[in-house]
T-cell receptor, first 112, second 116 residues
Framework: GESVGLHLPTLSVQEGDNSIINCAYS??????FIWYKQESGKGPQFIID?????DKRQGQRVTVLLNKTVKHLSLQIAATQPGDSAVYFC???????????FGTGTSLTVIP | GAVVSQHPSWVICKSGTSVKIECRSL??????MFWYRQFPKQSLMLMAT?????????EQGVEKDKFLINHASLTLSTLTVTSAHPEDSSFYIC????????????FGPGTRLTVT
């Protein structure tokens, strides 16, 4: 595989605040990225994606930023809610294949 | 739409036995399925890519004789953990990519395997 995480960073935010979750990806040839949310004991859920020819994409309450120069992705969650508490992973796809490789992940806890 | 199921959701087996996990796409045809494993508080690690009607492609370091993958139809892929050992205990997750879908993958709910 590509990036393999051995430790899970944590982030705690107050309800209503904005959250920023960061991800460093490993391969400069990666051309497509997805952010996933995973709740305990469940499979990952798609949040938002971005192609390498873009540097920003917005969804509902979420924004993904891509900096290819430093191989960095971020996920911004506006007005974080308790239901946002989960582990967030970025995943990268290296062209030309269709396999995705997951980053370390960040555990987000929203404090009511 | 785009629902992927896994069966069983959890399984406990004795060391040395084999366990089969099923991954089904319920409402779409999946030409490609992927198998991941996840240890507690760790990331998902891609194990193999399964294409319907052909042999699976395994990631480096994954033993193909230990983790047998069969993608017999466009809606079903199976992962068999052979001669399971306690270190195989993990959360196994599959995902499915639809025919015609670009890079979207739909994830199953995962299977918790415990080997005693």
């Amino acid at each position: 595989g590509e990036s393999v995480g051995l430790h899970l960073p944590t982030l705690s935010v107050q309800e209503g605040d904005n959250s920023i979750i960061n991800c460093a990806y490993s391969n400069s040839a990666s051309d497509y990225f997805i952010w996933y949310k995973q709740e305990s004991g469940k499979g990952p859920q798609f949040i938002i994606d971005i192609r390498s020819n873009m540097d920003k994409r917005q969804g509902q309450r979420v924004t993904v930023l891509l900096n290819k120069t430093v191989k960095h992705l971020s996920l911004q969650i506006a007005a974080t809610q308790p239901g946002d508490s989960a582990v967030y992973f970025c995943a990268e796809k290296k062209s030309p294949g269709n396999q995705f490789y997951f980053g370390t992940g960040t555990s987000l806890t929203v404090i009511p | 739409g785009a629902v992927v199921s896994q069966h069983p959701s959890w399984v406990i087996c004795k060391s040395g036995t084999s366990v089969k996990i099923e991954c089904r796409s319920l409402d779409f045809q999946a030409t490609t399925m992927f198998w991941y494993r996840q240890f507690p508080k760790q990331s998902l690690m891609l194990m193999a890519t399964s294409n319907e009607g052909s042999k699976a492609t395994y990631e480096q370091g994954v033993e193909k004789d230990k983790f047998l993958i069969n993608h017999a139809s466009l809606t079903l892929s199976t992962l068999t953990v052979t001669s399971a050992h306690p270190e195989d205990s993990s959360f196994y997750i599959c995902s499915a990519a639809s025919r015609g879908g670009l890079y979207e993958q739909y994830f199953g709910p995962g299977t918790r395997l415990t080997v005693t």
